[in-house]
């Protein structure tokens, strides 16, 4: 059963009504997507919180809205850059019997050999995208490190173990790979590489996928 999560229908768009909303401890939202026209909505800030704790950046939400329950996934959200808070949420309705294309995090497990023997692990790929039933979709895109050796890469070719996605990138890309440590000091002494995951989720970008 799906995570039950009660919205609120919202009528004013003004800025001084959206800070009122939050000052109350309501989130501004969107919910647009499968049979539903875009409808603005407010949602309690702490019952949103525990929803996402439970189900996950990309679990299946039963978002009811005045009386009407529809199956939303998170899309997209914006937050305070000082105060780290949600201030405002997009939701997508999806059709549950269809495939919608999304981003996926992917999370680097195990301690690598390579590291071991001094080499430095580089993470180039954060996200994926895939498409799949929203009901298939998993909260995130585990890939194990432990037998990466130095000067050897993990692609998305070694992606193992995860049924009914299709996931949208060439099967060479680089997810993980192990630099010998001569190799860093040279790129630590020219320009930095960036190697931090992103700070947050914000501009991703859920949409259905083109039928056949």
């Known amino acids: 059963m799906n995570a039950l999560l009660h919205a609120t229908e919202r009528k004013g768009s003004r800025k001084s009504d959206l800070s009122n909303l939050r000052k109350l401890g309501n989130i501004p939202a969107v919910v647009y997507g499968s049979n539903l026209a875009n409808k603005s909505v407010y949602i309690n800030e702490s019952d949103l919180i525990k929803t996402m704790r439970d189900v996950g950046r990309n679990g299946i939400i039963a978002l009811e809205i005045d009386g009407d329950k529809h199956n939303v996934i998170v899309t997209d959200y914006q937050s305070d850059p000082i105060k780290r808070e949600i ?9 549950m019997s269809k495939e919608i294309t999304t981003e996926v995090r992917i999370v680097l497990i195990g301690e690598a050999a390579g590291v071991k023997d001094g080499g430095v692990l580089q993470q ?23 037998n990466l050796q130095v000067n050897e890469v993990l692609t998305i070719a070694d992606i193992k173990n995860y049924e009914n996605i299709h996931i949208n990138h060439e099967s060479d890309e680089v997810i993980a790979s192990i630099l010998p440590p001569k190799q860093e000091e ?14 947050n989720e914000e501009g991703r970008e859920t949409k259905p996928s083109e039928e056949s």
């Open 87 to 95: 201030i405002h949420i997009d939701f997508l309705a999806v059709d």
């Open 124 to 146: 180039p790929l954060f996200e994926i995208s895939i498409t799949a039933k929203p009901a298939n979709i998993p909260p995130s895109i585990e890939v194990d490190v432990t």
């Open 186 to 199: 040279e790129i630590n002494s020219g320009e930095k590489q960036e190697s931090d995951p992103p700070e």
